[in-house]
């Protein structure tokens, strides 16, 4: 040992709590260090195991200090430091110097005291590696190691510790980071944990210690921070190696200090340390930070099926809010220094970790799945040479290249698209003008004023593509993009998810087979099947034509199939493996039940949404349970009850909407958007899946999968599988046959009815009986007869065929159609300009019918489609439309003064034959005309509210909805004129007065008006629109609360020797693993069993 050692004094204190199972350890380990300490104290707080026999035994029974049970941390080091063995003198000569001090080298002595837990074990030279780091700068006042788990010790649990800005603790490290020396050095921290923590004695004693009213978690931060306050440094040594149980945390023993839970105290002291040493204006900031943090939080656990812990997260917060006298007291004690604090550790603060752990949680999850599948695909010999990085890991796994491939394909399909933005339209799709706060201020509304104005609910659509857009930075134009544009890479990702259920492993040859070498994996069957049903023909024709309902139906589909599956039937995952034990017989049917339950849910979440775009899809899905229920067992009462949940709950999720589907029926057969003409596809066309319109391939490109579809007819062993498919494929072509003969009036464009979402039903049904036919053909791949590979490579060749001339032709011929890149100025800016009036495009079709649209913005939006009124006022309309076009003298341009009407627009005015008879009318003067358009004014003046006295019409300033204005004097009885269909829901008051109401012209909504005049207040009442949407809300977060998984699935029980076969495979792999590992990473001691041992081991 270096000399330089000699000048510290260190007094260990050890404080334990039922700690026997790791107490032996610890003890070897604190009285083994290179450089010893000097004074040992050792406290119990209480022990109810061994513990305390174990510290007698090896430290003699007077040693040991024993407190309460209720004592916590900061109090127990408070008092063994009190004691005088922690105070004892240490002579010159102390064996724990193995050489004598110089005075002339080192003057002076520094104390220092070393916290351990009875569950954190020092490495031999950790002591020493500590001091030597201390030597470097006389500034440093507490020192951490490097903290490994105890017992996998080469994974990092600590590098010293910080919080975010929610308070919620970071160490920067990744989950189960193995230590490879890449954090190595000594650098400065925010803090470090009080296991293995060295500190300055004198620095421990000015600043008082642990806050004892922290009593556990967090109290190593708070001490941390007012070091710093104090102008000190804190470091960490990661020389200086401590492994770690983390008992307490882990909850792997009781905390007998409180009866309280430890996430409730470890979430208060969180919050309490941020507001106790923070200025006052970041603390106001850290305050409201942390209330909308934890209710964020809270609701996040109790979707996620865990309400007490979301209980206790409140209770935390509360605890805080509702005893100010302790912030109030620690603050006082922390103002020196604490302005200059929060400037200098501003830099260890964590930032963005919210954003990190969402994306590694989902990454975690989605690993889960192709962690499981790769177990069951590793070599009987276990070998693994090497093992890449986590990018490669992920970028080599066959979901993800085959999302990647299909984005390629899309972006190369899409490429004259991708540049549009926020200006994408055309076909079916309205362009997603403005933020998400519009499509919220839409959907909660109870009156829009878009066309004549309408009461109409907003469709359910509208309210989750608001959800999408805030979620996506408030940009609709990019949530339209994700699920149109982006709907053929996630269709392809969903169709992988679900392939995992769908597809099943294929069979081992038979007896006359012998194995070739030539093995084709499932993941490669998974990566055919998904990029097949991303490419159907159905989907890259809605992107074309810009139907984003049958886009996100195609997203969906794969989700839906298989929770359907999972309630129904029996799903793999739940299954035993080969070989393997079966399970307890009332678990497994307790665990099946569960995710039936959960995945009756998911379906009725799933098809709600669905529902919400295509009505339709809710018909299917009720048609294909019916058939389902009388062709194969019916379920039992239990299977009844989820099967009603995922039929029933879509239509009530979405009332009142759905009731206006069952009273006009065929608004089943139109989906979100436009509803326009197109070219349909013959009969031929639909039975090779061809929906009609721009963007579907040639029709044979599909006859590669219609062959191996057929092929798959005669196979026994998925026989099932294959009638499944086939029958889900005729039920699909029966109903686009129908829906394609029908002619569905949406607003006034009467058109056929797209078949889309029926044909991808179809194309699933045929996709799934061909994989049955695929997976015999690779077992024949595998075999050694020549006739049976020479056959499954036909028709593996054949099934191929389908996704690649799918692509090639959607590359080949673009995704341009009628979607393409708009103006946002439909109209010309100054025609809707404020003042309320409306404008009127007229457009002459060649059959000689007159199509027109009420605008009342510079274009129609999202949703707005769905709420165009009829009745009195659209029948008035009609009447005025018909007679300007035709030439008739009459009122007809005072009458459309009065509807508010104040601009004629006619787009492409060359080639409209309707021009002349407006250049004609006498009440309407030609204001400008371009290649573009051409527009019209009335000459008498107009706007959305109007005091008309005789012929005489004076506009008055109203707000889109409500109004409030000054009615001047007049001569006598007036009228005001409000251009709005009087539907009782309008309520006016002149003067504080209820204004009387009556109907004008047959159809508006209007006042009689005094000659005195006076203030006018108009008020549209939205009560019942806002309580169903409160009631709606809640329903949909109580459906998802019940639709998302509990615990952990490595967190339920197993029995038996289905989990000793599951922790056999994970322990044959890890070790595989820790194989390799130990040549690239630093050698550790194994840990010691967790078993309690005797105090003999320690002796």
């Known amino acids: 040992m270096a000399p330089t050692l000699d000048r510290h004094v260190v007094t260990a204190v050890l404080v334990t709590h039922d700690g026997a199972r790791w107490l032996p350890e610890t003890l070897k380990a604190l009285l083994t260090q290179a450089r010893p300490v000097q004074r040992l104290v050792t406290v119990d707080t209480g022990s109810r195991d061994r513990g305390p026999a174990v510290l007698a035994e090896v430290l003699g029974r007077p040693a040991v200090l024993t407190l309460p049970r209720t004592t916590g941390y900061g109090e127990a080091v408070a008092e063994a430091l009190r004691q005088d063995a922690a105070s004892a003198p240490v002579p010159a000569d102390d064996p724990g110097s193995a050489h004598q001090p110089n005075p002339y080298e080192h003057p002076a002595r520094v104390e220092w005291i070393w916290l351990l837990h009875d569950d954190s074990a020092p490495a031999p030279d950790a002591l020493a590696h500590l001091l030597r780091t201390a030597d470097t700068d006389p500034n440093v006042a507490v020192l951490g190691p490097k903290v490994r788990d105890w017992d996998d010790r080469h994974v990092l649990r600590e590098l010293g510790v910080t919080v975010d800005a929610a308070g919620r603790r970071e160490t920067g490290l990744d989950r189960r980071e193995f230590d490879q020396g890449q954090h190595d050095g000594v650098r400065d921290v925010l803090a470090v944990g009080s296991a293995g923590m060295l500190v300055r004695r004198d620095v421990w004693d000015r600043l008082g210690g642990f806050d004892v009213e922290y009593g556990l978690f967090r109290d190593d931060l708070d001490f941390c921070w007012r070091v710093h306050a104090a102008g000190h440094r804190v470091v960490t040594a990661t020389d200086a190696v401590v492994y770690h149980a983390e008992a307490a945390r882990r909850g792997l023993r009781e905390i007998g200090m409180t009866a309280e839970h430890p996430a409730r105290r470890d979430r208060r002291n969180a919050v309490h340390t941020l507001l106790a040493n923070q200025p006052l204006p970041a603390m106001l900031r850290a305050l409201a930070r942390n209330v909308w943090a934890s209710l964020v939080h809270a609701l996040y656990l109790v979707l996620t099926k865990r309400p007490a812990a979301a209980r206790e997260e409140v209770r935390a917060l509360g605890d805080v809010l509702r005893d100010p006298g302790r912030l109030r007291r620690a603050r006082a004690a922390r103002v020196d220094g604490r302005t200059r604090a929060h400037r200098s550790i501003r830099r260890f603060q964590a930032r963005r970790v919210v954003l990190r752990r969402t994306v590694e949680a989902m990454a975690e999850y989605l690993a889960a799945h192709e962690r499981d599948h790769a177990r069951d695909q590793e070599d009987a010999d276990g070998e693994q040479v090497s093992e890449p990085g986590p990018i490669r890991r992920f970028l080599a796994r066959p979901g993800v290249i085959v999302v990647l491939?299909?984005?390629?394909?899309?972006?190369?399909?899409?490429?004259?698209?991708?540049?549009?933005?926020?200006?994408?339209?055309g076909g079916a799709l309205v362009p997603a003008w403005g933020g998400a706060s519009d499509l919220w201020a839409q959907y909660l509304s109870g009156w829009h004023p878009v066309g004549l104005g309408s009461d109409a609910g907003s469709p359910p659509y509208v309210g989750i593509l608001a959800v999408l857009s805030t979620v996506l930075f408030g940009k609709p134009w990019l949530a339209v993009s994700v699920l149109l544009l982006g709907s053929v890479p996630l269709a392809g990702l969903t169709a992988y998810y679900a392939s995992r259920l769908l597809v099943t492993p294929p069979l081992r040859p038979g007896r006359r087979a012998r194995p070739s070498g030539l093995r084709v994996p499932v993941a490669a069957v998974r990566a055919w099947f998904a990029a097949v049903y991303a490419l159907l023909p159905s989907a890259t024709g809605a992107v074309a034509g810009g139907r984003l309902g049958t886009a996100v139906v195609h997203v969906l589909l794969p989700l839906i199939a298989v929770h359907a599956a999972r309630v129904y039937g029996v799903?793999?995952?739940?299954?035993?493996?080969?070989?393997?034990?079966?399970?307890?017989?009332?678990?497994?049917?307790?665990?099946?039940?569960?995710?039936?339950?959960?995945?009756?849910?998911?379906?009725?979440?799933?098809?709600?949404?669905?529902?919400?775009?295509?009505?339709?899809?809710?018909?299917?899905?009720?048609?294909?349970?019916?058939?389902?229920?009388?062709?194969?067992?019916?379920?039992?009462?239990?299977?009844?009850?989820?099967?009603?949940?995922?039929?029933?709950?879509?239509?009530?999720?979405?009332?009142?909407?759905?009731?206006?589907?069952?009273?006009?029926?065929?608004?089943?057969?139109?989906?979100?958007?436009?509803?326009?003409?197109?070219?349909?596809?013959?009969?031929?066309?639909?039975?090779?899946?061809?929906?009609?319109?721009?963007?579907?391939?040639?029709?044979?490109?599909?006859?590669?999968?219609?062959?191996?579809?057929?092929?798959?007819?005669?196979?026994?062993?998925?026989?099932?599988?294959?009638?499944?498919?086939?029958?889900?494929?005729?039920?699909?072509?029966?109903?686009?046959?129908?829906?394609?003969?029908?002619?569905?009036?949406?607003?006034?464009?009467?058109?056929?009815?797209?078949?889309?979402?029926?044909?991808?039903?179809?194309?699933?049904?045929?996709?799934?009986?061909?994989?049955?036919?695929?997976?015999?053909?690779?077992?024949?791949?595998?075999?050694?007869?020549?006739?049976?590979?020479?056959?499954?490579?036909?028709?593996?060749?054949?099934?191929?065929?389908?996704?690649?001339?799918?692509?090639?032709?959607?590359?080949?011929?673009?995704?341009?159609?009628?979607?393409?890149?708009?103006?946002?100025?439909?109209?010309?800016?100054?025609?809707?300009?404020?003042?309320?009036?409306?404008?009127?495009?007229?457009?002459?079709?060649?059959?000689?019918?007159?199509?027109?649209?009420?605008?009342?913005?510079?274009?129609?939006?999202?949703?707005?489609?769905?709420?165009?009124?009829?009745?009195?006022?659209?029948?008035?309309?009609?009447?005025?439309?018909?007679?300007?076009?035709?030439?008739?003298?009459?009122?007809?341009?005072?009458?459309?003064?009065?509807?508010?009407?104040?601009?004629?627009?006619?787009?492409?005015?060359?080639?409209?034959?309707?021009?002349?008879?407006?250049?004609?009318?006498?009440?309407?003067?030609?204001?400008?005309?371009?290649?573009?358009?051409?527009?019209?004014?009335?000459?008498?003046?107009?706007?959305?509210?109007?005091?008309?006295?005789?012929?005489?019409?004076?506009?008055?300033?109203?707000?889109?909805?409500?109004?409030?204005?000054?009615?001047?004097?007049?001569?006598?009885?007036?009228?005001?004129?409000?251009?709005?269909?009087?539907?009782?829901?309008?309520?006016?008051?002149?003067n504080g007065r209820e204004a009387k109401a009556r109907t004008v012209d047959g159809w508006a909504q209007g006042y009689d008006i005094p000659a005195a005049g006076g203030e006018f207040r108009l008020h549209r009442s939205m009560t019942m629109r806002h309580a169903w949407m409160v009631v709606q809300g809640i329903a949909v977060l109580l459906v998802v609360a019940l639709a998302m998984p509990g615990a952990r699935a490595d967190t339920l029980p197993f029995s038996g020797s289905f989990a000793g076969e599951r922790e056999r495979r994970r322990g044959r792999r890890g070790r595989r693993r820790g194989h390799h590992r130990s040549r690239v990473r630093h050698e550790a001691p194994a840990a010691e069993p967790a078993a309690e041992p005797s105090p003999e081991e320690v002796s």
């Not at 491939?405 to 339209?425: D, K, M, N, Q, Y």
């Not at 017989?585 to 849910?601: D, E, F, P, V």
């Not at 979440?605 to 529902?611: G, I, R, S, W």
Request: net charge positive.
């Open 405 to 425: 491939a299909l984005a390629a394909v899309a972006v190369a399909a899409e490429r004259s698209l991708l540049t549009a933005a926020g200006r994408l339209g």
């Open 571 to 990: 799903p793999r995952a739940c299954a035993p493996k080969d070989g393997a034990a079966a399970p307890d017989a009332a678990l497994h049917a307790r665990t099946l039940r569960k995710r039936a339950g959960r995945s009756a849910w998911t379906v009725a979440l799933l098809l709600a949404v669905a529902m919400a775009f295509v009505p339709v899809t809710w018909l299917i899905g009720v048609a294909a349970a019916a058939m389902v229920w009388a062709l194969f067992d019916r379920p039992g009462p239990r299977g009844r009850r989820h099967l009603a949940i995922a039929l029933g709950v879509p239509p009530l999720l979405m009332l009142p909407w759905t009731a206006g589907l069952l009273l006009h029926p065929s608004r089943f057969l139109t989906e979100a958007g436009l509803h326009r003409r197109f070219e349909p596809a013959a009969a031929d066309g639909l039975l090779l899946l061809d929906p009609g319109g721009p963007g579907t391939p040639a029709r044979w490109a599909l006859a590669g999968l219609f062959a191996v579809a057929v092929c798959a007819l005669p196979l026994r062993p998925r026989r099932n599988a294959v009638l499944a498919g086939w029958l889900l494929a005729i039920f699909g072509l029966l109903v686009a046959t129908l829906t394609s003969a029908a002619t569905v009036t949406k607003g006034a464009d009467p058109a056929p009815a797209w078949p889309g979402v029926a044909l991808i039903f179809a194309g699933a049904g045929v996709l799934f009986a061909a994989t049955a036919a695929v997976l015999r053909a690779t077992e024949a791949l595998a075999s050694g007869h020549a006739l049976y590979r020479t056959g499954g490579a036909a028709v593996c060749l054949a099934a191929l065929s389908a996704p690649v001339l799918a692509a090639g032709f959607w590359v080949g011929g673009g995704a341009g159609g009628p979607l393409t890149e708009v103006d946002p100025d439909t109209v010309p800016a100054f025609v809707h300009a404020p003042g309320g009036a409306r404008t009127l495009v007229l457009h002459k079709e060649p059959t000689g019918r007159v199509s027109y649209t009420v605008l009342r913005d510079a274009g129609p939006r999202i949703g707005e489609s769905e709420v165009m009124a009829g009745g009195p006022a659209r029948d008035r309309l009609d009447g005025l439309v018909a007679g300007l076009v035709a030439g008739q003298e009459g009122d007809a341009g005072p009458a459309l003064t009065r509807m508010g009407v104040q601009y004629i627009v006619v787009p492409y005015p060359r080639t409209d034959p309707i021009t002349k008879a407006l250049d004609a009318a006498p009440e309407l003067l030609r204001l400008s005309r371009t290649g573009t358009f051409a527009v019209w004014r009335l000459h008498a003046p107009s706007a959305r509210m109007m005091l008309v006295e005789g012929d005489t019409v004076t506009p008055l300033r109203a707000g889109r909805i409500d109004a409030r204005t000054k009615v001047p004097p007049g001569g006598g009885q007036r009228t005001l004129l409000l251009a709005e269909p009087a539907d009782g829901g309008w309520r006016a008051t002149l």
